[in-house]
C-alpha cells in the first residue's frame, strides 16, 4: 500500500504560469517533507523541504505548503520555467529516517 | 568533489544472468543507500549502510538482491539471477549523516535491462 501518493503522472503548464504539484500522504507520524528534481538521464537533486511544525517554506521561486490534517503537500513554482521541466519526487521521513518517495510527478513547461 | 559515481552507466544482460552494480559514494559521507526507480513503485529505497555496516534491508525485494559495502569508498549491488522484473533504474544516494537536513546526494543511476 502506497504510503505517499502523487496522483498525477504528468502536468503541463505554460511557461510564466504557476505550477502546483501535489502530494499526499497516509501516515500522521511523518514529520518531515521533501521534494526532489531529477532530470532524464541524471539522478534526483534535493530542492526544498518543511518540516512539521511549518506550514509554509520557500525558498525563490519555490514554495511547499503543508496542510497536516489533511496529510498533504504541494510545490509551487512561479513563475515556472522552461529548465523546470523534470520530474519530481515528494517524499517524507519519520523518526527511523529513511525516506519514502512517491512515483514522481512529470512536469512539462510549454512554451 | 565528482560526487556519486556508478558504473555501468547501462546494462543489458539476459534472464538468468548475474548482475553486479557499482558506486562510489562522495568521500566522506557516512551513509549510502540503493533506491530503485520503476514506473509502477516510483522510488524506493532498498537497503542502506552506515560506515559501512548494513542498517536497514527491509526494501531488498528477494534473496536474489545482495548488497555489499567492503570499504567507505565502494559498494555493490548484486541481483543473481537476474530476472525481466528486475528492469529498472538502479541510483546510488551519500549523504554525510541520516536524517532531516542531510542532504541524499544520488548518483546518475544505473540502467538495467533484463531480456
Known amino acids: 500500500d502506497q504510503q505517499v501518493k502523487q496522483n498525477s503522472p504528468s502536468l503541463s503548464v505554460q511557461e510564466g504560469r504557476i505550477s502546483i504539484l501535489n502530494c499526499d500522504y497516509t501516515n500522521s507520524m511523518f514529520d518531515y517533507f521533501l521534494w526532489y528534481k531529477k532530470y532524464p538521464a541524471e539522478g534526483p537533486t534535493f530542492l526544498i523541504s518543511i518540516s512539521s511544525i511549518k506550514d509554509k517554506n520557500e525558498d525563490g521561486r519555490f514554495t511547499v505548503f503543508l496542510n497536516k490534517s489533511a496529510k498533504h503537500l504541494s510545490l509551487h513554482i512561479v513563475p515556472s520555467q522552461p529548465g523546470d521541466s523534470a520530474v519530481y519526487f515528494c517524499g517524507v521521513m519519520n523518526r527511523d529516517d529513511k525516506i519514502i518517495f512517491g512515483k514522481g510527478t512529470r512536469l512539462h513547461i510549454l512554451p | 568533489d565528482a560526487g556519486v559515481i556508478q558504473s555501468p552507466r547501462h546494462e543489458v544482460t539476459e534472464m538468468g544472468q548475474e548482475v553486479t552494480l557499482r558506486c562510489k559514494p562522495i568521500s566522506g559521507h557516512d551513509y549510502l543507500f540503493w533506491y530503485r526507480q520503476t514506473m509502477m513503485r516510483g522510488l524506493e529505497l532498498l537497503i542502506y549502510?552506515?560506515?559501512?555496516?548494513?542498517?536497514?534491508d527491509s526494501g531488498m525485494p528477494e534473496d536474489r538482491f545482495s548488497a555489499k559495502m567492503p570499504n567507505a569508498s565502494f559498494s555493490t549491488l548484486k541481483i543473481q539471477p537476474s530476472e525481466p522484473r528486475d528492469s529498472a533504474v538502479y541510483f546510488c544516494?551519500?549523504?554525510?549523516?541520516?536524517?532531516?537536513?542531510?542532504?541524499?546526494?544520488f548518483g546518475p543511476g544505473t540502467r538495467l535491462t533484463v531480456l
Open positions: 549502510f552506515n560506515n559501512n555496516v548494513p542498517i536497514d
Open positions: 544516494a551519500s549523504s554525510l549523516f541520516s536524517g532531516r537536513y542531510n542532504e541524499q546526494f
